[in-house]
């Protein structure tokens, strides 16, 4: 239970402070540790589901015109 609530709280400061942009008041290292990991950690780019998108749209309409 200890280990769910240190978690918790750690992905708390992680949404308050340095996704904001923001630095943690009380423990700036720790604030600097958690951009560093989130920096690390691969992110899905919307940029890349847009054109997905884009590209299953053409092939569905090229689908339909063809029938």
């Known amino acids: ?27 700036p290292w720790l604030g600097e540790a958690m951009a560093r990991a989130a920096d690390a950690v691969p992110t899905l780019d919307p940029e890349d589901d847009a054109r997905r998108d884009a590209t299953a749209d053409s092939l569905s309409s090229r689908g339909t015109a063809q029938r």
């Open 1 to 27: 239970m200890l280990v769910i609530l240190l978690i918790c709280a750690g992905v708390g400061l992680f949404v308050a402070f340095p996704h904001r942009g923001e630095r943690l008041p009380a423990a």
